[in-house]
C-alpha cells in the first residue's frame, strides 16, 4: 500500500514583533514539508531557526502567519490549520493531532498517572481505564513506580522527558509532533524510545519530529527537511516592506 500524506505544509512563514524594541523577530519562512502515514519526516536545522516554532504552527499554539497547514482527515476531509477555527483545532486535538513538547508543562499538584492519562479523559474515557492504560505506558518507558502517584514538578530532566513521551503516546493519535523527544535520556532508555516510535510508526501513526542527533535521524526518519537560520538578510527584507 502506497503511504498517503498525512499533513502538508507550504510556504509557512511565522514571526514575532517585539513591542518594547518595535522590531520583528523572524521563526520560520518559507517552510515546506510532507508527512505521511506509516513515516517520520525529521526536521533538523541549528538552534534558532524555527523547528519548534514549526510545530507549534501545527498544533496552532502559534498562529502562523501566512502558508497553509494542511490536515487530511481519514475521511478525505482537509482543514488547513493556519486557518481552521479554535473548535476544529481542540477537535482535532482531542483525537488527531498530539504533540510531545519540548519541555512538560502541567499542573503542579496533579499525580504523575493523571498527567499521562489526560488525553484520554479528554476524550471521554473512564478514570480508571486512563490510569491503567497510563501504567502501561510509563512502565514500558522504564518511569519508576514509586513515582506514578507524585506530580513530575521535581523529576530530574529524563523523568520529565518520559512522562511528556508517555502523555503524547497514551491516545495513539494520526499525527504525532515530536520536539527533541530524547534530548535528555540516557542511552538505554533512548533505545526504548527508538524501538517504541518505530512500533507506532508501523501501526501507522505519521510523525514530524525535531531531532539534533544525526543518528537518530538516521535509524527513524524516512524524510528529512533542513530548516536554515533566520538571519539579519531576512529581517532587512522584512524591515523594507513596512
Ligand atoms: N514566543 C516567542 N516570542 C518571541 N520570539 C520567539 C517566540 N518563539 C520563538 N521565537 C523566536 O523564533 C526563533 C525560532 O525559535 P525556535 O524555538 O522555533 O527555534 P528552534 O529551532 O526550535 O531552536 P532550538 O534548537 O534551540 O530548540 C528564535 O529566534 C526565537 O527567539
Ligand atoms: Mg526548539
Same mark, same amino acid.
Given at each position: 500500500?502506497?503511504?498517503?500524506?498525512?499533513?502538508?505544509? @507550504?510556504?509557512?512563514? +511565522?514571526?514575532?514583533?517585539?513591542?518594547?524594541?518595535?522590531?520583528?523577530?523572524?521563526?520560520?519562512?518559507? $517552510?515546506?514539508?510532507?508527512?505521511?502515514? +506509516?513515516?517520520?519526516?525529521?526536521? $533538523?536545522?541549528?538552534?534558532?531557526?524555527?523547528?519548534?516554532?514549526?510545530?507549534?504552527?501545527?498544533?496552532?499554539?502559534?498562529?502562523?502567519?501566512?502558508?497553509?497547514?494542511?490536515?487530511?482527515?481519514?475521511?478525505?476531509?482537509?482543514?488547513?490549520? #493556519? !486557518?481552521?477555527?479554535?473548535?476544529?483545532?481542540? @477537535?482535532?486535538?482531542?483525537?488527531?493531532?498530539?504533540?510531545?513538547? !519540548?519541555?512538560?508543562?502541567?499542573?503542579?499538584? +496533579?499525580?504523575?498517572?493523571?498527567?499521562?492519562?489526560?488525553?484520554?479523559?479528554?476524550?471521554?474515557? +473512564?478514570?480508571? #481505564?486512563?490510569?491503567?492504560? #497510563?501504567?502501561?505506558?510509563?512502565?514500558?518507558?522504564?518511569?519508576?513506580?514509586?513515582?506514578?502517584?507524585?506530580?513530575?514538578?521535581?523529576?530530574?530532566?529524563?523523568?520529565?522527558?518520559?512522562?511528556?513521551?508517555?502523555?503524547?503516546?497514551?491516545?495513539?493519535?494520526?499525527?504525532?509532533?515530536?520536539?527533541?523527544?530524547?534530548?535528555?535520556?540516557?542511552?538505554?532508555?533512548?533505545?526504548? $524510545?527508538?524501538?517504541?516510535?518505530?512500533?507506532?510508526?508501523?501501526?501507522? $501513526?505519521?510523525?514530524?519530529?525535531?531531532?539534533?542527533?544525526?543518528?537518530?535521524?538516521?535509524?527513524?526518519?524516512?524524510?528529512?527537511?533542513?530548516?536554515?537560520?533566520?538571519?539579519?538578510?531576512? !529581517?532587512?527584507?522584512?524591515?523594507?516592506? !513596512?
Amino acid at each position: 500500500m502506497v503511504n498517503i500524506p498525512v499533513l502538508t505544509v @507550504e510556504k509557512l512563514n +511565522k514571526r514575532f514583533f517585539l513591542h518594547e524594541q518595535e522590531t520583528f523577530i523572524p521563526s520560520c519562512d518559507d $517552510v515546506n514539508l510532507t508527512v505521511n502515514n +506509516k513515516e517520520m519526516t525529521a526536521l $533538523v536545522g541549528p538552534t534558532g531557526c524555527g523547528k519548534s516554532s514549526v510545530l507549534k504552527c501545527i498544533y496552532r499554539t502559534y498562529l502562523p502567519r501566512g502558508g497553509r497547514i494542511l490536515y487530511h482527515a481519514e475521511d478525505g476531509h482537509t482543514t488547513d490549520l #493556519a !486557518q481552521a477555527s479554535d473548535h476544529r483545532i481542540l @477537535e482535532l486535538r482531542k483525537r488527531g493531532i498530539g504533540f510531545v513538547t !519540548q519541555f512538560l508543562h502541567c499542573l503542579p499538584r +496533579k499525580a504523575t498517572l493523571d498527567v499521562v492519562g489526560e488525553p484520554l479523559l479528554v476524550r471521554g474515557e +473512564k478514570k480508571a #481505564a486512563a490510569r491503567d492504560a #497510563a501504567a502501561d505506558i510509563l512502565r514500558l518507558l522504564n518511569v519508576p513506580e514509586r513515582l506514578w502517584h507524585v506530580p513530575p514538578a521535581t523529576f530530574s530532566g529524563g523523568e520529565k522527558q518520559r512522562v511528556n513521551l508517555a502523555r503524547g503516546l497514551i491516545s495513539r493519535p494520526r499525527l504525532l509532533l515530536l520536539d527533541e523527544p530524547t534530548a535528555s535520556l540516557d542511552p538505554a532508555t533512548t533505545e526504548r $524510545v527508538i524501538e517504541l516510535l518505530s512500533a507506532i510508526k508501523a501501526k501507522g $501513526v505519521a510523525m514530524l519530529a525535531v531531532f539534533h542527533h544525526p543518528e537518530l535521524v538516521r535509524r527513524l526518519a524516512d524524510r528529512v527537511v533542513e530548516l536554515t537560520p533566520q538571519g539579519a538578510e531576512f !529581517q532587512e527584507t522584512e524591515e523594507k516592506i !513596512q
